[in-house]
C-alpha cells in the first residue's frame, strides 16, 4: 500500500520559513515523481513544485521560483519543501503525491498523479 505523509505545516508571518516534509512508504523516490501542490480555499488545486531521480531534475511554478527549495532524502525515502520568504498568497492546504517516473515530459496537474497523500495547512499571516 503506498502512502503519503505530509506535515510541516503552520502559521507563519509573511517573510518566514517553513519546511514541509513529505514521507512515502510503499513507492521509492529512485523511480518515482514526488509533486508538491497547493489548494487555498476557493481556488483550484494548483503545482508548486516536483523532484524526481533522485533529486537530479526538478520544477517549480513561478510563484514560488526563487523562494521554495525541494529535496530529497533517498535513505528516509523523504521529499522536503524548504519554503522561505512566504508571502500571504502561499496561504494553503499543502499536498504531496507521487507518480511513477516514466522518463517523458509531462504537466503537472493533479490528474497527472498517482498517489496522494493528506494536506497540511500553512497559514501565513501580515
Given at each position: 500500500?503506498?502512502?503519503?505523509q505530509?506535515?510541516?505545516?503552520?502559521?507563519?508571518?509573511?517573510?518566514?520559513?517553513?519546511?514541509?516534509?513529505?514521507?512515502?512508504?510503499g513507492?521509492?523516490?529512485?523511480?518515482?515523481?514526488?509533486?508538491?501542490?497547493?489548494?487555498?480555499?476557493?481556488?483550484?488545486?494548483?503545482?508548486?513544485?516536483?523532484?524526481?531521480?533522485?533529486?537530479?531534475?526538478?520544477?517549480?511554478?513561478?510563484?514560488?521560483?526563487?523562494?521554495?527549495?525541494?529535496?530529497?532524502?533517498?535513505?528516509?525515502?523523504?521529499?522536503?519543501?524548504?519554503?522561505?520568504?512566504?508571502?500571504?498568497?502561499?496561504?494553503?492546504?499543502?499536498?504531496?503525491?507521487?507518480?511513477?517516473?516514466?522518463?517523458?515530459?509531462?504537466?503537472?496537474?493533479?490528474?497527472?498523479?498517482?498517489?496522494?497523500?493528506?494536506?497540511t495547512?500553512?497559514?501565513?499571516?501580515?
Amino acid at each position: 500500500e503506498v502512502q503519503l505523509q505530509a506535515s510541516g505545516g503552520g502559521l507563519v508571518q509573511a517573510g518566514g520559513s517553513l519546511r514541509l516534509s513529505c514521507v512515502a512508504s510503499g513507492i521509492t523516490l529512485v523511480d518515482h515523481v514526488i509533486a508538491w501542490f497547493r489548494q487555498a480555499p476557493g481556488k483550484e488545486r494548483e503545482g508548486v513544485s516536483w523532484i524526481a531521480r533522485s533529486g537530479d531534475t526538478n520544477y517549480f511554478d513561478d510563484s514560488v521560483k526563487g523562494r521554495f527549495a525541494i529535496s530529497s532524502n533517498d535513505a528516509k525515502n523523504t521529499v522536503y519543501l524548504q519554503m522561505n520568504n512566504l508571502k500571504l498568497e502561499d496561504t494553503a492546504v499543502y499536498y504531496c503525491a507521487a507518480r511513477y517516473d516514466w522518463g517523458y515530459t509531462w504537466t503537472m496537474i493533479p490528474s497527472a498523479m498517482d498517489y496522494w497523500g493528506k494536506g497540511t495547512l500553512v497559514t501565513v499571516s501580515s
